[in-house]
RNA sequence: GGAGAGAUGCCUGAGUGGCCGAAAGGAACAGUUUGCUAAACUGUCGUACUGGCAACGGUACCGAGGGUUCGAAUCCCUCUCUCUCCGCCA
């Protein structure tokens, strides 16, 4: 959520940098706006007639006290104005801050100055391609058959216990999963991430906090008796960790980790190009995520990005960097970095991470804020990126490894399987 | 699931209608003292909105929402959450 102060003292840049993202409803921000002035207007009346009121209250408590029933009584009379005045202007406040809450969370973030115009993926500009394409013979097979013939994961069986999407790891295959895990946590804890364990469901607040709510609730499943939603992403149970918190602001940056698995509905999105892994409803996902200075966001971006792509190098995974147009980014987002590795039998790119930041945007939303030593509290800057999710980068793996011999695991992950090969 | 207790500032905790945005202690920060540390002493020490160039004001917030009252942390109602005991269970 952007701050109405900002978008006030920057409304043409807002516009602009709106446009780079193709945002469809640019008057809004001439509505907040209008929608500010009267709640400015409106709280400046309440807070004059409270006072006065205030005022009045307090000297019949005089009154009252010295013994003067008589005085007192009479100027209890004229309060009454007050109270319907008090009274309809805290509902029209009310009422306005609604309407303005309600048009603030529609605008999404501004996009970066860096960030590249355009409406589609295809608008996205690739910043850096690594490795090389394996050349696969012509018998090669995707992911999901090489999966059933070496009998490591079982699509059909997962449909039977729970539906399409939710796949059951067998064997090597679900150690697999416990091994990449293992080394994606491993590594983030040597490149200085906290290893976090949070829930797996959320209540409303954090939904809101980092943007899921309002708006997304279709996309994460919901548990209507409790009023709980199953997480999409560690994203948001452990970015919503410092909801109202204040951090000093030596303790910047924070960096946590977690592992979590990922429910997703993913309404709407079926189709041959889903198949396998491409696509599920529940998945397996090491998150990294910083709480940092506004001045350093862009640089930890970086970063986040660099050691990302560490972890497919050791891989030994082909891989690009996109940086996403403003249309292609999230919603919250004001600049991201997708990584995709190469899929060699389905011979097309896979996304496996995105790193972004969203400066102050959800921790406007979530009231997070650091304080120095003198100073107002201000917003920190959050991000955070996949580092990594695992089923495209088992897809992968097992697409573009795939010899007459099995399945060839990466040297970086043996230790972590205890295996070289699944045959 | 049943019964009970509770929710106050960074923490502990007092406050049962006006003198309370809130005692006291602790923590933290600054200073004095000190060879250093400690101790002691002094001071500072919530957030948001809003008016003002500023100095300095105003308003709101004591889990959330509503009500009573001239006036609510305090009384009433609803909700949420936490804790304790019992039951069940990993």
Redesign the pocket.
């Known amino acids: 959520m952007l701050?109405?102060?900002y978008i006030r003292e920057n409304r043409d840049e807002v516009l602009s940098r709106l446009t780079v993202r193709n945002f469809k409803q640019p008057e809004l921000v001439d509505q907040i706006i209008q929608l500010?002035d009267d709640?400015?207007?409106t709280?400046?009346q309440?807070?004059?007639i409270?006072?006065?009121?205030?005022?009045?209250?307090?000297?019949?408590?005089?009154l009252?006290?010295q013994g003067l029933k008589q005085e007192?009584d009479s100027?209890?009379?004229q309060?009454?104005a007050?109270?319907e005045q008090?009274?309809s202007l805290?509902d029209k406040l009310?009422a306005i801050e609604i309407l303005l809450q309600n048009s603030l969370v529609l605008l999404p973030n501004l996009p970066h100055s860096s960030v590249p115009k355009g409406s589609t993926p295809d608008d996205n500009v690739v910043a850096l391609e690594h490795g090389t394409i394996p050349q696969l013979p012509a018998n090669a097979l995707p992911h999901w058959e090489l999966a059933a013939k070496y009998d490591i994961i079982d699509f059909e069986l997962g449909n039977k216990i729970a539906g399409a999407g939710f796949p059951v790891y067998k064997g090597k295959g679900a150690k697999l999963q416990r091994a990449l895990i293992n080394f994606f946590l491993d590594h983030a804890e040597t490149a200085g991430y906290r290893e976090m364990q949070p829930p797996v469901v959320v209540?409303e607040a954090s939904g809101f906090g980092t943007g899921q709510l309002p708006d997304k609730e279709g996309q994460m499943y919901h548990i209507g008796a409790?009023?709980l939603y199953l997480i999409p992403t560690a994203e948001v149970p452990i970015t919503n960790l410092y909801r109202d918190v204040?951090v000093?602001e030596e303790e910047l940056p924070i960096r946590n980790t977690a592992y979590t698995p990922c429910f997703r509905r993913e309404a709407g999105s079926y189709g041959a190009h889903v198949r396998g892994l491409n696509r599920l409803h529940q998945f397996d996902k090491v998150e990294i995520v910083q709480v940092v200075h506004p001045e350093s966001s862009y640089s930890v971006l970086e970063e986040m990005s660099t050691y990302v792509q560490s972890l497919l190098q050791k891989l030994q995974l082909p891989y690009r960097v996109l940086s996403l147009c403003g249309g292609d980014m999230g919603f919250t987002s004001a600049k991201t970095y997708d990584m995709e590795v190469w899929c060699a039998a389905q011979a097309r790119w896979l996304e496996v991470s995105s790193v972004s930041n969203f400066e102050t945007y959800q921790s406007n939303r979530l009231?997070l804020?650091f304080?120095g030593?003198?100073g107002?509290?201000?917003l920190a800057h959050t991000l955070n990126g996949s580092a990594l999710a695992l089923p495209r980068i088992v897809a992968s793996l097992l697409e573009n490894n795939q010899t007459e011999r099995g399945i060839r695991i990466p040297e970086a992950l043996v230790r972590y399987t205890g295996f070289e090969l699944i045959n």
């Open positions: 701050q109405v102060s500010d709640r400015r207007q709280q400046t309440l807070d004059s409270s006072a006065e009121a205030n005022a009045a209250a307090k000297k019949i408590g005089e009252m006290r007192a100027l209890k009379q309060t009454n007050f109270k008090t009274k805290g009310g209540n409790d009023n204040i000093k009231k804020r304080k030593k003198e107002k509290p201000q």
